[in-house]
């Protein structure tokens, strides 16, 4: 079986390699390049990641190919996320990056070639009926299945996730153990590919600073100062500068640049349990809705090792979400990843558009 592994340079993908490797195969590793040579807030990441790369490869004797998906990068993933920012909502950059490049243009134009393409992602897979589907990993904590859930039937039945059965510390034993260079490698905080980069700075660098006030929800109180409101997401906490808090954003007024935000931890108004989605995307198939307009479910809207339980109802051609339990800082723009009643399938997912009062 020919396999392509994808090779980020960091922990996770290096020992899926290895793990390839001790089960027989000699899979062709691939360097998916998104920063350009002159770029200066990408390029040193990128040199890093390619150095790590080259010794995994040639430590296993692997072929590396570097695959330049700039522009593809730029014109769908970071398209897609200034212009969420500027309408003021959330965007989720892993959610498309994973969707649009990963195994989307590098499947159209290499991936096709091989039987599988294996990743270091944290999830597995489950054959069911003849069909496969998106299942959670072993690691709740670091599971990725809600990074994955925009992916189509075809690119799920043909992944391989090899470390997605292994808790974080397992991986990282195997690394020791292995002497693989990448061992004591932190794991990416950034954007997806974009590792170091900090998401503010990545924001600034296409939307610049323009101040306006945090205003109080409840008495319209000007309590500071924000440097645009592209910084900030509803249910943020930490980043607003306040001072006797905590601080939360409520919601916030694009056109006038003004960020709302309530005091206090149980503040009603950062709470609620209902909430719609668009565009909703099956990733398999569609298990429960065919013959009844609702179903009980579990569903994430951030990325968290845990899941809240309720109900997925059809209305007309979209979703609605409604909770067992209210839940903090419900964001437009989101995605709310729907999985089965036991945690287990990754059904699909929509993007939040509102929550309903």
């Not at 960091?10 to 089960?23: F, I, N, P, T, W």
């Not at 243009?105 to 897979?125: C, I, M, N, P, S």
């Not at 001072?243 to 709302?260: H, L, M, Q």
Request: glycine share 10%; charged share 25%; net charge negative.
């Amino acid at each position: 079986m020919e396999i392509a592994s994808l090779l980020s340079g960091g922990v996770d993908s290096s020992v899926v390699v290895h793990m390839l490797k001790e089960a027989g195969y000699n899979p062709t590793l691939f360097y998916i390049k998104i920063g350009m040579d002159d770029d200066e807030l990408l390029h040193c990441t990128s040199e890093e990641d390619i150095e790590m790369a080259s010794l995994i490869a040639h430590r296993y004797g692997c072929k590396l190919e570097i695959i330049d998906l700039h522009k593809d990068y730029w014109d769908n993933v970071v398209d897609y996320t200034i212009r969420k920012v500027k309408q003021g909502l959330t965007p989720n950059p892993d959610v498309m990056c994973n969707k649009l490049i990963k195994f989307g243009v590098f499947e159209q134009r290499v991936g096709h070639l091989f039987d599988k393409t294996a990743t270091g992602h944290y999830a597995t897979t489950t054959d069911l009926g003849g069909k496969t589907y998106l299942s959670t990993a072993k690691d709740p904590v670091k599971d990725q299945t809600d990074f994955l859930a925009q992916i189509d039937h075809l690119q799920v039945s043909k992944l391989m996730f090899p470390i997605g059965h292994l808790m974080k510390n397992e991986v990282r034993d195997i690394a020791r153990n292995a002497n693989l260079p990448s061992a004591k490698r932190q794991d990416s905080q950034g954007i997806c590919f974009l590792g170091k980069v900090n998401y503010n700075d990545f924001i600034r660098r296409y939307l610049g600073e323009k101040q306006g006030p945090i205003v109080e929800l409840e008495t319209g109180k000007i309590l500071g100062r924000h440097n645009g409101y592209w910084f900030h997401t509803v249910g943020q906490r930490k980043g607003l500068g306040l001072s006797g808090g905590p601080w939360y954003v409520i919601r916030k007024d694009v056109d006038a640049n003004i960020v709302w935000a309530s005091k206090g931890f149980a503040a009603e108004a950062q709470y609620g349990n209902v909430f719609d989605m668009q565009q909703f995307h099956f990733i398999t198939d569609n298990p429960w809705l065919n013959n009844k307009s609702e179903a009980e479910i579990t569903f994430k809207i951030r990325h968290t090792p845990d899941f809240s339980k309720g109900r997925i109802v059809k209305t007309g051609d979209a979703y609605r979400v409604i909770s067992n339990d209210k839940l903090q800082g419900i964001a437009p723009g989101q995605f709310g990843v729907i999985y089965d009643a036991d945690q287990h399938i990754c059904i699909g997912s929509g993007e939040i558009k509102c929550a309903v009062e």
